[in-house]
């Protein structure tokens, strides 16, 4: 499968292909998503460039696409596009490349700048051509709706749980539910005796580096036994 928009110019230089997936939890289940992703090589193939031409870039896996700021794979990306290195950006679809129109107009505008492709499952695209533009900036901008959408439903979820009654979160130290689901002080009286410790020494101490010193040198921990999770 060739395309018209791909000239010996895009040919010359590299086709890379960048594969994300949210969250860890997505990386270990969502199995058949990431080999899709993973065969978008032959896609680039079938492009016209050559194995050898072919780079992936994967060390965004587990990372969410709301920004770019902690994602050095997409960093990676840019720069290459920069320094023209890049003639194809192959991608499963745009949401694995940004959720957010901050991220995404910008590359836009840089690929279209260098002259670079953006292709995606569904077609190829020229963002320095109006029509391309065009297309590319439609995805962009339901993809950041989609993003607003998950959020909204997470929210809504969260709040319904807690005017129940039922929102369970995680219990600092010291705290625990029993079988009712009533939270209470954790029952060992040692880590109850800890705690209180804890807060004693500080308001003698008024410091948290001070509060440190004087339990290290007593010999005493601030985590572990008898400072468990439940």
């Given amino acids: 499968m060739t395309s018209e928009l791909v000239t010996p110019r895009h040919l010359s230089r590299r086709a890379v292909i960048y594969i994300r997936q949210s969250s860890p939890q997505q990386v270990l289940t969502h199995q058949e998503s990431l080999h ?23 060390r965004d896996l587990g990372l969410s696409g709301a920004s770019a700021d902690h994602r050095v ?23 694995r490349l940004a959720r957010n129109c901050s991220d995404w107009y910008p590359l836009l505008d840089l690929c279209g700048y260098r002259g670079c492709l953006i292709a995606d499952r569904d077609g190829i695209y020229d963002p320095g051509s109006p029509n391309g533009r065009l297309l590319l900036g439609l995805k962009g901008t339901i993809s950041e709706v989609e993003l607003h959408t998950l959020r909204g439903r997470l929210t809504a979820g969260l709040l319904s749980k807690a005017q129940r009654g039922e929102l369970a979160l995680l219990l600092p130290t010291g705290l625990t539910r029993d079988a009712s689901g009533t939270v209470t002080k954790d029952p060992d009286l040692e880590v109850q005796s800890r705690i209180a410790l804890v807060f004693a020494t500080f308001l003698e101490c008024g410091s948290i580096t001070k509060l440190v010193r004087v339990f290290q040198a007593r010999g005493l921990s601030l985590h572990g036994e008898p400072f468990r999770m439940r």
Avoid: H, P
């Fill in 73 to 95: 794979g997409f960093k990676d990306l840019i720069a290459r596009v920069t320094l023209g290195e890049v003639g194809l950006v192959l991608s499963y679809n745009v949401t």
């Fill in 36 to 58: 899709l992703q993973y065969a978008l090589r032959q896609r680039a193939g079938a492009l016209g460039w050559s194995d050898s031409d072919i780079d992936i870039i994967d």
